[in-house]
């Protein structure tokens, strides 16, 4: 069975430095990963997404992400943080039957 | 403007009292699914369904329904039985296959029970 773990509930960044929210997941096989950014009251967007090409994935908003298969980890990193920022982050892993298994979410919060 | 819409963005359930939510896109995807999500959790698979006329139980479907009588359309209704229903409801769908599938998500419907 698949399983995500974001070892973060709350990650707290002044704007203009550095952002770093992690992912572990455990998988069966070589799973395709997501990272997903809600908005308050909003749906889910897609930020981006591994699926066996390169291992560091570029996504919108300047974030990207890198596959470590040998530490099972998704980390998402962003250099310079942004107010706008400030939202709910999902990891999430797809299992063998296409489904999507999320994790419990990080807070990111960006002081001014 | 393509997308998924999803109505009401907040609906109100008195006890006792069957609802529905509407999911609609205009994407041309084949694949629809519903999902939970409770305060400071992820999100949880109720219902989906791959092709029009069909449709599975997810993680956790008991007191709730839906129905795939179009492609376009995947409403989803939270009945009686459903004894905690107060959450925020997001309809997704999809395109592609295998690994190229990628789930795009509606805006949500926040529910409450007076």
């Known amino acids: 069975a698949q399983s995500v773990t974001q070892l973060d509930s709350h990650v707290s960044v002044s704007e203009g430095t550095p952002v770093l929210l992690r992912c572990n997941y455990s998988s069966s096989y070589s799973p395709s990963l997501f990272w997903y950014v809600q908005h308050p009251n909003k749906g889910l967007q897609l930020l981006l997404k591994y699926t066996s090409a390169a291992t560091l994935v570029k996504g919108i908003n300047g974030f990207e992400a890198e596959f470590k298969k040998s530490e099972t980890s998704f980390h998402l990193t962003k250099p310079s943080a942004h107010m706008s920022d400030a939202a709910e982050y999902f990891c999430?892993?797809?299992?063998?039957?296409?489904?999507?298994?999320f994790g419990g979410g990080t807070r990111l919060m960006v002081k001014p | 403007d393509g997308g998924i819409t999803q109505s009401p963005k907040y609906l109100f359930r008195k006890e006792g009292q069957n609802v529905t939510l509407s999911c609609e896109q205009n994407l041309n995807h084949d694949a629809m699914y519903w999902y939970r999500q409770d305060p400071g959790q992820g999100l949880r698979l109720i219902y989906y369904?791959?092709?029009?006329?069909?449709?599975q139980k997810g993680d956790i479907a008991e007191g709730y329904s839906v129905s795939r009588e179009k492609k376009e359309s995947f409403p989803l209704t939270v009945t009686s039985a459903q004894k905690n229903p107060t959450a925020f409801y997001l309809c997704?769908?999809?395109?592609?296959?295998?690994?190229?599938?990628?789930?795009?998500f509606g805006p949500g419907t926040r529910l409450l029970v007076l």
């Open positions: 369904s791959q092709i029009v006329n069909d449709f």
């Open positions: 999430v892993v797809r299992n063998a039957g296409n489904m999507l298994t």
């Open positions: 997704a769908s999809s395109i592609g296959l295998g690994d190229q599938e990628t789930q795009y």
